[in-house]
């Protein structure tokens, strides 16, 4: 495509649509051709609204025309969508998680093709800054711990996510996927997993999830993630070796590093622009985007093994190569 403007088609109207990805186009200088959602008049005002070229009747109309695709549709759809895009031909960048605890992530083939999913954290300066710092020093010890407010009503839209067949699990896959995303792109492929889940959604998705990862390397990570009451956490702590470093909150680009003075590399007001200026990049250059499909994939097989340790009363499930 050489410095050619992108056409990129958008499967999805929701949040993270409205509020990151198009503002994260028309930022870039990117050109939103076209955009498909379920409810075609809900897709055809998203549209209008958002300065989109147009709004397609169906997938196969979506394809015409651009030369990317973004989906950002509930979980259960994201391999099906995916699928579609990669036989026209085109490259294609997910939402996260790519598939969670559905399990189907497997099932696309990607060989050759610049396909990513959306774990735009990698790109933060303040994670950049940690992979250097594990140059010659391996921590014991990882620690996650999240917790936010989610309880969404009988007509809220983001109520799909507490239905795992649609979503792919619980707060899991949705806010645990990216910060288990960050412990596999520190440390690897882990060995083994335990877990427990509770706090069930009547439609079935955990609002609390604790879990253990071991890496034959060494570290061992203790997450605990829950939708619920009481103020908001989310840390993400490395010890070993008499070192420790934390960042807390997660977003906010601040290492603290005692007996050091902490280290401010502020993140982008909206994350999703580096991340689709890198997907961008990758086309035109012919790489992987930052989050292949592959390492994607990895983040769902700690959620399936996640679910089976806690299927079966929290023993360890080994991951296999």
């Known amino acids: 495509m050489g410095n050619t403007l992108v056409k990129w088609g958008i499967a999805g109207y929701g949040d993270i649509v409205t509020r990151r990805v198009l503002p994260a186009l028309h930022a870039l200088g990117e050109q939103p051709a076209a955009l498909w959602g379920r409810d075609p008049h809900r897709a055809a005002r998203t549209a209008e609204r958002h300065g989109v070229a147009r709004s397609a009747a169906d997938v196969d109309a979506l394809l015409v025309g651009v030369d990317a695709v973004y989906i950002a549709t509930p979980v259960v759809h994201h391999v099906p969508l995916a699928r579609a895009v990669l036989d ?27 396909a990513g999913v959306a774990y735009y954290r990698r790109l933060a300066p303040a994670v950049r800054r940690l992979r250097e710092e594990l140059d010659g020093w391996t921590p014991d010890l990882a620690e996650v711990r999240f917790r ?30 990216h910060r288990i995303d960050l412990l596999l792109h520190l440390f690897g492929r882990p060995y083994e997993v335990t877990a427990r889940l509770g706090d069930r959604f009547p439609r079935g998705a955990e609002r609390r999830a604790e879990l253990t990862l071991h890496w034959r390397s060494g570290p061992r990570a203790h997450c605990l993630m829950e939708w619920g009451d009481g103020p908001p956490v989310d840390r993400f702590r490395l010890t070993g ?41 990758a086309v035109a250059a012919g790489r992987e985007p930052v989050c292949p499909v592959a390492e994607g994939r990895l983040v769902d097989d700690v959620i399936v093994a996640a679910e089976r340790s806690d299927a079966a009363g929290g023993r360890p499930v080994r991951m296999g190569k």
């Open 88 to 114: 026209a031909g085109l490259p294609v960048l997910v939402e996260k998680p790519l598939a969670g605890g559905l399990g189907t992530g497997g099932t696309l083939d990607t060989a050759g093709r610049c």
């Open 148 to 177: 936010c407010a989610f309880a969404p009503g009988p007509d809220d839209p983001m109520r799909w996510r507490t239905d795992p067949a649609l979503s792919g699990g619980g707060v899991l896959a949705d806010a645990g996927s």
């Open 241 to 281: 070796g008499g070192r420790t470093l934390t960042l807390a909150p997660l977003d906010a680009g601040r290492i603290d590093a005692p007996p050091h003075p902490p280290l401010l590399l502020p993140p982008p007001a909206n994350p999703h622009q580096p991340l689709l200026a890198d997907f961008a990049a």
